[in-house]
């Protein structure tokens, strides 16, 4: 393990150290978050760019401690893509279809490289039957690691919200991977892990930058891809709840945000204040409160991911299953996405 906890290290380290540097470039350039819009939790403008320091501490770490695979240096462009996307989106806008395209090209990039989901197992079976996706792979894997990408940008929307959640979701699938023997994920994780914590001390309420679309975006296709490394090297089938379940917070978020604006017959894309941590802070949580409880809630889903990972294949469908039908509960009883009142 002292390898992980080197790459980990490192990462915190770059990842802190970069972070003022970013924060000055983006005072210098302009590229600040304006409190315009009613949604916006802070009230002065925000530098942008802590996606930056982000992403030179998972590049760094990734060319050093992980091996130049045609896997890796995908992954890596793709990432390069992304960032790009998000600098401009930062700076000057960018419209959402267009976003949209930058990231099914990066994620296709990946594709590319060999992070691909190829076969779908059935657990229940005595010999480990896989059914092959065949051409159905390459719309699931965008449509995963898209969606993904978009999740953890969805919930940026509190002092380090986003940055913590991503951290520990690394550190659920680190520890998913180390139950399946995965050695490269482990690695990939760790580094992931390690630059978002480094962030962190500079993002926590109350923040004195933002990783804007440049971080969220990058963290997400990041743990994105990662998680479709273990689905394919997994050999059952409920592998695929692990990553559902270590990404639980921002995936279930978004899944009750798209029930929500559906029922409302509002766009799906249309953001609104109706999120989790909008709730928690309407019952008089402040910011702190509410970024600690969602974290809280983030390392139980995550601890969940692990019992299964370790579990039998039907006890880790029973679980999955069971956890799946309480959290849309509580959801429900929460008013996540319950219909408004006409």
């Known amino acids: 393990m002292t ?3 080197i790459a980990f290290l490192s990462a915190v380290i770059i ?7 970013a924060r000055k470039l983006a005072l210098k350039v302009g590229a600040l978050d304006i409190p315009k819009d009613p949604r916006k939790i802070h009230k002065k403008p925000m530098p942008y760019f802590g996606g930056l320091a982000i992403y030179i501490s998972i590049m760094a770490c990734m060319f050093v401690y992980l091996p130049h695979t045609r896997t890796n240096l995908f992954i890596m ?26 990231q099914l090209v990066a994620a296709f990039v990946a594709l590319k490289g060999g992070v691909q989901i190829h076969f779908i197992s059935n657990p229940l079976s005595e010999t480990g039957m896989s059914y092959l996706l065949s051409w159905l792979s390459y719309p699931i894997t965008l449509f995963w690691i898209v969606g993904i990408t978009n999740t953890i940008n969805l919930i940026d929307g509190l002092d380090g919200l986003a940055s913590g959640v991503a951290s520990i979701a690394a550190t659920t699938l680190l520890f998913t991977a180390a139950t399946m023997g995965h050695d490269f994920i482990m690695m990939q994780c760790a580094i992931i892990a390690g630059a978002s914590l480094g962030f962190l001390p500079f993002n926590f309420n109350p923040a004195k930058i933002f990783m804007g679309d440049t971080g969220s975006l990058l963290l997400g296709y990041m743990l994105a891809v990662t998680s479709v490394s273990g689905m394919v090297k997994s050999v059952a089938a409920v592998a695929l709840a692990v990553p559902v379940f270590a990404l639980g917070l921002p995936i279930f978020d978004t899944t009750f945000a ?26 008089g949580l402040n910011q702190r409160q509410t970024v600690l409880i969602m974290y809280f809630i983030s390392m139980m889903l995550g601890i969940v991911a692990v019992i299964i990972a370790d579990a039998d294949p039907f006890t880790g469908i029973i ?19 319950k219909k408004k009142e006409q």
């Open 319 to 337: 679980l999955a299953t069971i956890m799946v039908i309480a959290v849309f509960y509580f959801a429900g009883k929460a008013g996540l996405f």
């Open 15 to 21: 990842s802190f150290i970069m972070t003022p540097p």
């Open 3 to 5: 390898s992980y906890l």
């Open 258 to 283: 798209i029930i929500r604006r559906y029922l409302n017959n509002k766009p799906i894309m249309q953001a609104d204040k109706d999120h989790l941590h909008h709730k928690l802070m309407r019952i």
């Open 77 to 102: 462009a793709g990432a390069t893509l992304i960032v790009m996307t998000g600098i401009v989106d930062d700076m000057y806008g960018m419209p959402a279809k267009v976003k949209m395209l930058m």
